[in-house]
């Protein structure tokens, strides 16, 4: 009986998971990067060298309270032995054919403005995976798009002014924050930059307070410290490995995400659903739409969905903290032959 190719089974679980969810079919949008992406029959040892979720196969899914309804997920393109700027150019390709076809002109012109110091030839040498792609959709069809590409030795002057002023302010009040990519994103009503720290040496959260009051958040820093205490169980200070900040400028001021990479914590809580349960009791449509999501998400031969990877938390100034989960899917580590059935 031949292996089944990995894109095999991600088409046929997210094409499920939309009709449970209610939403387009990403299949119907990217099919045709899955297949690039992971043409190795599922299970293949070599999907386990990446710099997304190093280990498993490149492809994550992922519940936010911001995008409740939505199918979202983040994948390394073209599969374990493509070049770093192989994967930049097919991100950036992917992503203005979907800005284009989704939301037009002006989109594809806002987005080409954006991404022109990454989407060139040139790539710094020392890159390790150049670009992930992402996506959310919903029942209108492609909600968001996005590119994560990789930040090389002095690019913050890349980045717009705004995000250029916010990372240097953001690296004075912690000196361990290195940049490691921005992300440009797209959606129906507007686009939307953020770009991404790696924090060297443990963490302490109330150490973000300084931070925080130079962005105009410092308001916010009990809602932060709530939501992580519960989730993390009463855990205040974030071991080295285990952050990754994030910065965005909208509308109503600067965004921050704080991630927390489970793998990167040595004893994380062992009730930790029932503790993002416990979180979110106090916005009980946010807790029904990630059961709703939960239940959508989960193989018919599974108990679960997949292993939660990184918990974040963003907080803005009209806006206290609110959750993500992000997901390594369960199954894509096995190898089932053609008969077995993937749900």
Not at 80 to 87: D, G, K, L, V
Not at 144 to 159: C, F, I, M, R, T
Not at 334 to 341: K, L, N, Q, T
Request: include cysteine; charged fraction near 20%; hydrophobic fraction near 40%.
């Amino acid at each position: 009986m031949p292996n089944v190719r990995a894109s095999e089974v991600a088409r046929r679980r997210l094409t499920i998971a939309s009709r449970r969810l209610g939403t387009h079919d990403p299949v119907q949008t990217i099919g045709a990067m899955l297949d690039r992406s992971f043409e190795l029959p599922l299970g293949d040892p070599r999907y386990g060298e990446n710099c997304l979720t190093p280990g498993h196969m490149p492809l994550e899914h992922s519940y936010s309270e911001l995008m409740g309804s939505s199918l979202r997920l983040d994948l390394e393109p073209l599969g374990p032995s493509a070049s770093p700027q192989a994967r930049q150019q097919e991100a950036g390709r992917e992503m203005r054919r979907i800005v284009n076809q989704s939301f037009g002109a002006p989109a594809l012109k806002w987005f080409d403005s954006r991404s022109e110091a990454w989407r060139g030839s040139r790539i710094h040498g020392g890159a390790r995976f150049g670009a992930w792609f992402g996506g959310a959709f919903d029942q209108g069809g492609v909600q968001e798009a996005k590119v994560y590409y990789e930040l090389g030795p002095n690019q913050l002057d890349d980045l717009p002014a705004n995000l250029q002023h916010a990372s240097r302010v953001a690296m004075a009040c912690l000196p361990g924050l290195t940049p490691i990519f921005t992300s440009i994103a797209c959606g129906r009503a507007a686009g939307a930059q953020r770009v991404y720290f790696f924090h060297k040496g443990d963490l302490r959260l109330l150490d973000l307070e300084p931070l925080l009051n130079r962005l105009g958040i410092g308001q916010q820093l009990p809602s932060l410290l709530a939501a992580t205490g519960v989730v993390l169980g009463g855990r205040f200070v974030l071991p080295e490995g285990s952050v990754i900040l994030g910065l965005r400028d909208t509308s109503k001021g600067m965004e921050l995400k704080l991630d927390v990479l489970l793998g990167g914590v040595a004893d994380p809580p062992q009730q930790l659903r029932e503790l993002v349960n416990l979180t979110l009791a106090e916005r009980p449509q946010s807790q029904r739409a990630l059961q709703t999501w939960m239940q959508a998400m989960t193989p018919d031969d599974e108990k679960d969905p997949g292993d939660i990877s990184v918990l974040s938390f963003r907080v803005r100034p009209e806006m206290g903290a609110r959750l993500s989960i992000y997901l390594r899917p369960v199954g894509y580590d096995a190898r089932p032959s053609r008969s077995r059935e993937v749900a």
